[in-house]
């Protein structure tokens, strides 16, 4: 039928009575299925499943290509770390086949705004990196990453829906930055987190003092779960009064830290770890259990003339939970509210 196949042969001699050969005797199979099950799972081994792009492994063979070949030929090397803004929300509201397919139409974006002789590949989840692998000059990634971001800016059609979907972009240059893999990885990184502390849908360039601020941001991460643990976090209340009388009408609670090296520490110097980190969803149920618990003890022992109100600050992220009512039952209910 003009199909190809693998054949495996082996052949050996036949020799007649004074060991001469007078033919060749083989047997040949047919190892067609064997091959394609062998460069199947070599595929498997080194490309992404959900989006054929090259997976972490094969990304990483081929930046180390790429180091080399600059190297040599004194080229400038770009590498993009690019991350997915807000990608929880449309895997959480819209289910995870759409986040899927959703992963794979981004992928084939990314694959469009870069030369044929560049790579991008799925590091995870929604991380993709890219190796743009001879540049003239610094420009040139700035095109690509203009490029990138004018291919976003066409939304996503998910099952008959429109999404509108944005990216955050770190850019690190070899040799600029440095000509060490594991370092140049990291320097995107960094960069890519700075766009996201920027307001997300951009791309920042790497510079040294972006590895500083990541130490220090993955050092109150840390901090901020033994927080919790330790229960640092104290809540403020913060009195909402009547024009008319100045009573009270009520109390805002107010989430803050008393961190035991630096001192008490507002919302705003630690919020932003809770929500990029998921530490928002424990931090959230703590403030609202414990304000919780006050407003009853206030509601028992104060006299007013109306019932004492508590108002608690709820995260996007506590309202894109589908047990966020069920927290508040809860919460309600231990506190007999």
Do not use: C
Request: aromatic share 8%; hydrophobic share 40%; glycine share 6%.
């Amino acid at each position: 039928d003009g199909s190809t196949r693998w054949v495996h042969d082996r052949a050996f001699p036949v020799r007649d009575g004074d060991g001469r050969i007078y033919r060749i005797a083989g047997i040949a199979e047919d190892v067609t299925d064997r091959k394609h099950a062998e460069e199947r799972l070599e595929h498997m081994a080194h490309y992404d499943v959900m989006t054929n792009l090259p997976n972490r492994v094969l990304f990483y063979d081929r930046l180390k290509q790429a180091l080399v070949q600059a190297k040599r030929n004194r080229w400038t090397t770009g590498i993009m770390i690019i991350d997915v803004d807000r990608f929880k929300n449309v895997n959480d509201t819209l289910g995870h086949a759409v986040g899927d397919n959703l992963l794979q139409q981004i992928a084939e974006r990314l694959s469009r705004s870069i030369r044929s002789g560049d790579t991008v590949g799925r590091l995870g989840g929604d991380e993709f990196a890219i190796v743009l692998s001879t540049l003239a000059s610094a420009q040139d990634v700035n095109i690509v990453a203009q490029k990138i971001m004018t291919a976003f800016n066409e939304p996503f059609k998910l099952e008959g829906t429109e999404v509108y979907v944005t990216v955050s972009i770190g850019i690190t240059l070899y040799p600029d930055d440095s000509s060490d893999q594991d370092i140049l990885i990291k320097n995107a990184d960094a960069a890519m987190y700075r766009a996201k502390e920027l307001g997300r849908n951009s791309y920042q360039f790497y510079t040294p003092e972006m590895n500083a601020s990541a130490i220090q941001f993955l050092g109150m991460e840390s901090s901020l779960r033994r927080a919790l643990e330790r229960e640092e976090i104290v809540i403020l209340y913060q009195p909402v009064i009547r024009l008319e009388d100045r009573s009270v009408a009520g109390f805002e609670a107010l989430a803050r830290w008393d961190h035991p090296k630096m001192g008490r520490m507002s919302p705003s110097e630690f919020i932003n770890i809770a929500e990029e980190t998921g530490l928002i969803i424990d931090l959230g149920l703590f403030v609202l259990e414990r304000t919780a618990r006050q407003l009853s003890t206030w509601q028992r022992t104060v006299r007013t003339r109306e019932p004492i109100f508590a108002s608690v600050n709820v995260s996007s992220r506590q309202l894109l939970r589908h047990d966020l009512i069920h927290d508040l039952r809860t919460v309600l209910s231990r506190s007999a509210l």
